[in-house]
């Protein structure tokens, strides 16, 4: 299969990229180097620098190396600068996908795996989410994936493609070569790993004063591995002729912010440097998914997803 790989320059997008080379599919990325890194993009892909709105661009590689399915992982992500801009983020997030996806449309690319988000959902009614959950963003973010989503499926529904929208919830760990890199961080975890490494002032705990059982809000942590092996589990159920899918991309398990800084003392032998801060604003309680679906359509476990496994492989990366 020749795969077309959006933000293959990315942390999860290159992983997922080299995966796919491993198993001996083609693989062409489309990333515009804004937040990826030139260097992670693995070799033997083609590199196509240009950003997925740019509708000529697009329609030249489409011709050109006619891909038979893409993977959508280009855009922003930080749900935090979404609500102080939110032009930059439905234009980014919302229009070039459209972009995209008429472009793909046009070529007769009708195979599409889509990196959606756990923020499509808004403040848990309860844990484990979903996918029946109902979707009231609580974040632009979270919005513009949902749009793209709504957008997906009307096309589904007319016959102009066929889809599946991944929904992540907290991904985290690292590989060989790949770790969370962003020039704004907001993550947990590489927070808290630059803390250690003394990079960073104290990690602030947001909010000690939750209704769970240590106080500190809980996250369901997805190993990046177990998140590539997903969209290549996708790309085969589209390309089997399966049908159009959302699903959650979790573990089933939360664990406390407190718990995570435990596991990161425990693999790396130092505790994090931390102190308790006020709530970040939005921040819900407790989200944690229902990943059965995956399960029983793509037959999707997490094998990398233990929260010791995720602290020990995104030091490696960190320390690498
Ligand atoms: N946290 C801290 N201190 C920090 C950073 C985070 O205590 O310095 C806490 C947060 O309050 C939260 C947990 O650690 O309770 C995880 O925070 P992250 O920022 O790592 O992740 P979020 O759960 O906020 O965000 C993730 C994805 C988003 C997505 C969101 C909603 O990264 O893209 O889930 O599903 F929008």
């Not at 030249?60 to 930080?78: K, N, T, Y």
């Not at 988000?117 to 844990?127: F, K, M, R």
């Not at 085969?236 to 939360?254: I, P, Y």
Request: with cysteine; glycine share 10%; charged share 20%.
């Amino acid at each position: 299969m020749r795969c077309l790989v959006t933000g293959g320059a990315g942390f999860i997008g290159s992983l997922t990229a080299e995966r796919l080379l491993e198993r001996g599919d083609e693989v062409i990325v489309l990333d515009d180097l804004s937040t990826g890194h030139r260097e992670v993009v693995p070799t033997g892909a083609t590199l196509i620098e240009a950003s997925v709105g740019d509708q000529a661009a697009v329609r030249a590689l489409l011709a050109d190396l006619a891909p038979d399915a893409c993977i959508h992982f280009a855009g922003l992500i930080a749900a935090g600068e979404s609500m102080s801009e939110p032009g930059r983020y439905f234009e980014a997030n919302v229009g070039e996908s459209l972009a995209l996806l008429e472009e793909l449309i046009r070529a007769g690319v009708d195979q599409v795996v889509f990196s959606s988000s756990a923020a499509v959902y808004g403040e848990p009614l309860g844990t484990p989410m979903s996918e029946d959950h109902q979707t009231i963003p609580t974040s632009v973010y979270g919005a513009t994936k949902l749009q793209v989503e709504h957008a997906l499926e009307w096309m589904s529904r007319q016959g102009a493609l066929r889809y599946a929208a991944l929904r992540y919830f907290n991904a985290a760990g690292g590989s060989e070569g790949h770790r969370e890199d962003h020039a704004v961080e907001t993550h947990l975890i590489p927070l808290a790993l630059s803390a250690l490494a003394g990079q960073r002032p104290a990690l602030q705990i947001f909010g000690t004063d939750y209704p769970t059982p240590d106080g500190t809000c809980i996250r369901d942590y997805i190993h990046v591995e177990d998140l590539a092996a997903a969209h290549l589990a996708a790309l085969d159920h589209l390309a089997a002729g399966g049908a159009s899918l959302v699903a959650n991309l979790g573990t089933g398990h939360g664990y406390s912010v407190r718990e995570v800084l435990s596991a990161i003392e425990t693999v790396v032998g130092r505790p994090v440097p931390a102190e308790e801060a006020p709530r970040r604003p939005g921040d819900p309680a407790e989200l944690v998914a229902s990943s059965a679906r995956a399960h029983e359509v793509l037959g999707w476990t997490p094998t990398r997803s233990s929260l010791g496994d995720i602290i020990a492989d995104a030091w490696q990366a960190f320390s690498a």
